[in-house]
């Protein structure tokens, strides 16, 4: 990375199941590439190549359908640099914000992938606490740290919010801190202040729906492909029989359904997702980070993020506000142009 400008970039980011390269321009995305190929790829018999390949393939995609020339820079985030990823960076310990990432971050090359060096963001460790089982306080997460403070200084510049007002609990003047939750195959709950990541709080609900569903004997009552909009009516039943009977034997109702023909295989899968979301928030929002905020935004893709949002609502958990459907898609690319930039300007120092 040179001293000059950043005026173009392209934003890699690796998760568990998928990978997306974003081109931006002047901070704006331009265009979007998507690979059904992720971290449990090079994880499993196919190796990183795999990886590296589909990673390629998007690069170039995405190049091509847009200004034909290479950017000033490439920042990857997420499961990339994990240490079954293609290249390891160790987390950085909260509380984390962009300078914080920018020291960690590591500007290498990778040949399988690009031909110009990658910058690649570490992700954050949350701290673990003192006392008894302490330990499960500690967290990690990577990926999310972009989406979090590219969602954060995208909405702090939009005076999505009051400053000094808290919107939770009493009254504090000087409060800053808010929360953000992410769905996905690991949910994250997210802290921030001033700009800072304060804390994480990670649940398996992605990866733990998608276990029930194919590894399971509910398998043979659910549908090859879960419906992108649940149907309401079954969604709220298994948000209510979760509450009356625990996740363990909502979840076997699913059976039972299948069994008595009394919902549809798509009646069945959106069953199964409201169980499961809801025992998620029913535990989350115990979390004493929603005591402390004075908001809670949840991005992400559908339809988790309206669900989580309406759950939470229900909650009585203070304001919940869903963050709207351009910024979820972008916030990671923004961030990670931000951490880039800030990178680019410790080298100035």
Same mark, same amino acid.
């Given at each position: 990375?040179?001293?000059?400008?950043?005026?173009?970039?392209?934003?890699?980011?690796?998760?568990?199941?998928?990978?997306?390269?974003?081109?931006?321009?002047?901070? *704006?995305?331009?265009?979007?590439?998507?690979?059904?190929?992720?971290?449990?790829?090079?994880?499993?018999?196919?190796?990183?190549?795999?990886?590296?390949?589909?990673?390629?393939?998007?690069?170039?995609?995405?190049?091509?359908?847009?200004?034909?020339? !290479?950017?000033?820079?490439?920042?990857?985030?997420? !499961?990339?640099?994990?240490?079954?990823?293609?290249?390891?960076?160790?987390?950085?310990?909260?509380?984390?914000?962009?300078?914080?990432?920018?020291?960690?971050?590591?500007?290498?090359?990778?040949?399988?992938?690009?031909?110009?060096?990658?910058?690649?963001?570490?992700?954050?460790?949350?701290?673990?606490?003192?006392?008894?089982?302490?330990?499960?306080?500690?967290?990690?997460?990577?990926?999310?740290?972009?989406?979090?403070?590219?969602?954060?200084?995208?909405?702090?510049?939009?005076?999505?919010?009051?400053?000094?007002?808290?919107?939770?609990?009493?009254?504090?003047?000087?409060?800053?801190?808010?929360?953000?939750?992410?769905?996905?195959?690991?949910?994250?709950?997210?802290?921030?202040?001033?700009?800072?990541?304060?804390?994480?709080? =990670?649940?398996?609900?992605?990866?733990? =729906?998608?276990?029930?569903? *194919?590894?399971?004997?509910?398998?043979?009552?659910?549908?090859?492909?879960?419906?992108?909009?649940?149907?309401?009516?079954?969604?709220? !039943?298994?948000?209510?029989?979760?509450?009356?009977?625990?996740?363990?034997?909502?979840?076997?109702?699913?059976?039972?359904?299948?069994? =008595?023909?009394?919902?549809?295989?798509?009646?069945?899968?959106?069953?199964?997702?409201?169980?499961?979301?809801?025992?998620?928030?029913?535990?989350?929002?115990?979390?004493?980070?929603?005591?402390?905020?004075?908001?809670?935004?949840?991005?992400?893709?559908?339809?988790?993020?309206?669900?989580?949002?309406?759950?939470?609502?229900?909650?009585?958990?203070?304001?919940? !506000?869903?963050?709207?459907?351009?910024?979820?898609?972008?916030?990671?690319?923004?961030?990670?142009?931000?951490?880039?930039?800030?990178?680019?300007?410790?080298?100035?120092?």
């Amino acid at each position: 990375m040179g001293s000059t400008p950043i005026r173009s970039a392209i934003a890699i980011d690796v998760g568990t199941t998928n990978t997306r390269a974003r081109f931006l321009l002047e901070g *704006r995305v331009l265009k979007t590439t998507r690979r059904s190929v992720g971290i449990r790829d090079a994880i499993g018999s196919s190796g990183r190549d795999t990886l590296a390949v589909a990673l390629r393939d998007a690069i170039e995609e995405v190049v091509n359908g847009t200004t034909q020339t !290479m950017p000033d820079v490439m920042v990857a985030s997420g !499961m990339l640099t994990s240490e079954v990823g293609l290249v390891h960076v160790p987390h950085v310990p909260t509380p984390a914000g962009k300078d914080e990432l920018a020291r960690g971050a590591i500007l290498q090359r990778v040949p399988a992938v690009a031909d110009q060096p990658i910058l690649f963001i570490p992700g954050v460790r949350t701290r673990t606490s003192e006392g008894e089982d302490g330990w499960a306080s500690a967290d990690l997460m990577r990926g999310e740290e972009c989406e979090t403070l590219g969602a954060w200084e995208t909405l702090e510049a939009e005076s999505s919010w009051e400053p000094g007002r808290s919107e939770v609990g009493p009254p504090r003047d000087t409060s800053t801190r808010c929360v953000f939750l992410w769905p996905g195959s690991h949910t994250k709950l997210v802290e921030v202040d001033d700009g800072k990541i304060v804390q994480s709080h =990670t649940t398996l609900t992605g990866e733990l =729906t998608m276990a029930l569903a *194919r590894h399971t004997l509910l398998s043979a009552s659910l549908p090859a492909e879960f419906p992108d909009e649940p149907d309401p009516k079954a969604l709220e !039943m298994g948000v209510r029989l979760e509450a009356r009977e625990g996740l363990g034997r909502a979840a076997f109702l699913v059976r039972i359904a299948a069994i =008595t023909d009394e919902l549809s295989e798509e009646e069945r899968a959106s069953f199964l997702i409201g169980a499961v979301l809801a025992d998620d928030v029913n535990h989350l929002v115990r979390h004493p980070m929603f005591s402390r905020a004075r908001r809670v935004w949840v991005g992400g893709r559908q339809p988790q993020r309206t669900i989580y949002a309406e759950l939470l609502q229900k909650k009585n958990r203070g304001s919940v !506000m869903e963050i709207g459907p351009e910024l979820s898609e972008e916030a990671s690319a923004r961030g990670a142009l931000a951490i880039a930039i800030r990178y680019q300007e410790l080298r100035r120092e």
